[in-house]
């Protein structure tokens, strides 16, 4: 995204303007979107006032006597708060940012109009119930009544920033779709391997299998828990532990062209704007305990998504309470949301709480299409492949540019993104090569859904059952859903639509041609994984395995290898009594697992020189948590980093360089022990190295390292120092203007953590030490006093630079504080600094 605003410093009149601008009429620039919090408002189609109440954080708390009411208040304020975000993210979801930004972004245009989100989030209208499409529509009606009222820098400052470069632009209405395609983007973030997929198949290219196998190793359920111990399935949905019956598929050969057509793929999808992220560094922590181990005797639930980091925050804070609960207005529920959509996706209504983290099933696979023209070979024939028109409008350009998509049986050609790639398979079909193969993408999240019924199901369920039922319905991205109610129980479930293969796993790309590959269905809700009040009282999910070997279905083989979970696991068992503030210190736990099982190795390692020594020495006797003031956790990611380079750069190519996250933890786990593994040779010289050679070599570099980065004295090494964050905006904040940079970002901050730890502050180790996913927000709820219970955002509720709530959160979440979380009517009174009422417009 660095490039996509290129186009506004043409010439130096823009910056000096925009110079001007904040140094001249400023203050009236930057405040002039700022939202009303107080007064009254008319809203066209109330049937009675509603009343927002915000704290001093601006959390809103909305109050109303219809649904209808409460939505279109909800879509208000949203738009009062995050409306350029939101405008953004519709922007990305439709395959229109070149419209705001130019032909910088019209290869990532390209890339999701070719997968469709928002057709396919169109076609899922009509499978809404009655009562979602209606919510959908007053929230969007809120939105629009918002910017009927408000245009250009009144809306947000980054519009005003805009127009400086010439784009005459004002926004569309807001609709219905535009909410439902938010939740593909949610999709693609959370779900599916792709990445793996395409990284296996050109690794496949010039390693032998055993190689490559030795770096995605087996799930280590000897050593860290799978989140149901036991269970398996028959076919009528009766646990068992009949074993898995798939036949593994033949690994295919591409072509160079066709590698090239992968790694342009890759390119462009990575290319993303950063969403929800994606990546090693992307999880979740949530766990529920029953009240046999909390002090109040009820259960307690927390939660806290880790994704990527952006300014404004991914999540938004809101209260939605019908004034009479009853069957007509059924909701009194708080948590987070997104900007965007409407209702609650996380937190808790007056009788039960949830929470989420990624299952990350496979739930995409690459099928290799042998083409003939606008045909490909199916059964031995050739069938017809689909094909539409799309068009691109680009800010700065007359005309508008055209693509053709095809799609065959399994999904669309995402190969045809790479000109070249194409190109050879036209050649082909002209008899001009004698190669003609395309790539297409089979996703669950491409057939139309009701995840959206879900949300607001979720919303209103009053019980473990009406929660189950609201889970059938929860589509993508399969989640792993934690349950706690008032009445004392605890729950799991695994809901979403899990692809049942005849052939392989989905860890590589299979022939297109063949219906052995084929998808037989999906696994049915009943033999998903499920639990309720299991006899210990205790659910842990961070992203490991779900279920022993022994369940029948496949769901996949790329696991988070579960360093979190067992660390949260082990704490709440040595936790006696937990309260809310005992909840809250599992979430801060910064424990690396991997730097206890590798420091002894490293200790035993000879160092000759003093000088390096030193270094070494700071590992001895470190208990391995890394708070940001922590000299051996310096010291150590440092080596860490050092220790993955020397041992793999020379074998891999750059695109798949370690990242340092669990996988790798769980492949050096098993490397230490071959101290003479081809790995551990460097190819780039003429001796062969063994693995003390190289760990030598990573603790001396080290050394060096971080006296240049730092100081040449240990007690002067912090891990923050390192490891920072620096909230970016997702469009101007990289934008390369450094005036206009600081205008939007935040940071940077100075943080503990890591990557696979507990308080997940990832980092890259291919790139360096700046964090680049979080802790998105933290909760934890107390189901015997609502009130009791506790949250925090990575950021602010508003969208406005300089408010007094862009970042007021951050400074808490930063120091691992949490805000008191009101939910009862006098609780929100207590705590009410802002009043905003809506009424009926006055005939």
Known sequence: ?????????????????????????????????????????????????????????GIPQIYADKP??????????????????????????????????????????KFVRTLGWRRVAEKELGLLSPATRQYLDDYARGVNAYLDQHSGSGLSLEYAVLSLGGTDYRPEAWTAADSLAWLKAMAWDLGGN????????????????????????????????????????????????????????????????????????DKVAKGLPLLLGRGDGIGSNSWVVSGEHTTTGKPMLANDPHLGATM??????????????????????????????????????????????????????????RLSGNSALYKGQLEPLQLRTEEFKIAGQKEPERIVVRESRHGPLISDIDDDAKETGELAAKGKSAEAYGIALRWTALTPGRTADAIFAMNKAQSWSAFRTAA???????????????????????????????????????????????WAGYIPFEAMPTEFDPDDGVIVTANQAVVPKSYRYHLTNDWDYGYRSQQILERIQAAGKLDVAAMSSIQLDTKNR??????????????????????????????????????????????WRNLLADTFHDQLPEAVWPDGGSRWFEVMRNLVRQPNNSWWDDLRTPQ????????????????????????????????????????????????????????????????????????????????????????????????????????????????????????????????????????????????????????????
């Open 312 to 369: 404004p925050g991914i999540w938004t804070q809101v209260g939605l309470h019908c004034n009479k609960f009853s069957p007509q207005c059924p909701f009194d529920v708080s948590g987070f949301s997104f900007s965007g959509l409407p209702g609650v996706v996380i937190g808790h209504n007056s009788a039960i709480s949830w929470g989420f983290t990624n299952m990350d099933p496979d739930v995409m696979d690459l099928y290799l299409e």
């Open 194 to 265: 792709m990445d793996e997929e395409i990284t296996r198949t050109k690794l496949a290219a010039t390693l032998p299998a055993k190689t490559i196998d030795s770096l995605y190793p087996a799930y280590p359920y000897d050593r860290n828990e799978p989140i149901l111990s036991s269970g398996s399935v028959d076919d009528k949905g009766k646990f068992t532990t009949a074993p898995v019956n798939s036949q593994a598929p033949a690994r295919a050969m591409f072509s160079k062209s066709l590698l090239k057509s992968l790694d342009s793929v």
């Open 68 to 109: 209808a009411d409460l939505f279109a208040a909800q879509g208000y304020v949203a738009a009062q708060d995050r409306f350029f975000e939101m405008d953004f993210r519709r922007h990305v979801t439709s395959g229109r940012l070149a419209e705001l930004f130019g032909r910088d972004a019209l290869e990532t245009d």
């Open 472 to 518: 059938t319905l929860f589509e993508v991205p399969s989640q792993n859903l934690v349950y706690a109610d008032r009445e004392g129980h605890i729950g799991y479930q695994a809901p979403g639509k899990v692809p049942l293969r005849r052939v392989g796993t989905g860890d590589w790309p299979v022939p297109g041609w063949d219906p052995r590959y084929d």
């Open 688 to 843: 062969r190295e063994s693995r003390d050679d190289i760990m030598r070599e990573a603790l001396v570099q080290a050394r060096a390292e971080i006296t240049t980065k730092m100081a040449r004295e240990p007690s002067n090494w912090q891990w923050g120092r390192l490891h920072r964050l620096t909230l970016t905006n997702q469009t101007l904040g990289t934008s390369g203007i450094g005036v206009v940079e600081k205008l939007f970002n935040r940071g940077p901050y100075e943080l503990g953590g890591g990557s696979s730890v507990v308080n997940a502050t990832g980092w890259d180790a291919s790139k360096g030490y700046g964090v680049t996913a979080t802790p998105s927000m933290r909760m934890v709820v107390d189901l015997s006093d609502f009130d009791k219970s506790r949250w925090i955002n990575l950021t602010g509720v508003s969208g406005h630079a300089f408010t007094d709530n862009y970042t007021d959160q951050t400074e808490l979440w930063v120091k691992g504080e949490t805000l008191p979380w009101a939910f009862s009517k006098g609780a929100v009174e207590a705590r009410r600094e802002h009043t905003l009422t809506f009424t009926k417009p006055e005939r």
């Open 594 to 639: 991997n730097a206890e099982m590798l420091v002894p190795y490293l200790l035993r390692i000879g160092i000759p020189d003093d000088f390096d020594k030193q270094g070494q020495d700071t590992l001895k006797g470190w208990d391995f948590t890394q708070p940001a003031d922590s000299a051996p956790a310096a010291y150590f990611n440092i080596v």
């Open 1 to 57: 995204m660095r490039r996509l605003l290129r186009f506004l410093v043409i010439s130096g009149i823009a910056l000096a303007t925009l110079l001007l601008v904040v140094a001249g009429t400023g203050i009236f620039v930057v405040r002039h979107s700022f939202p009303s919090y107080d007064g009254t408002i008319e809203l066209t189609g109330l049937e009675a006032d509603v009343e927002v109440v915000r704290d001093a954080n």
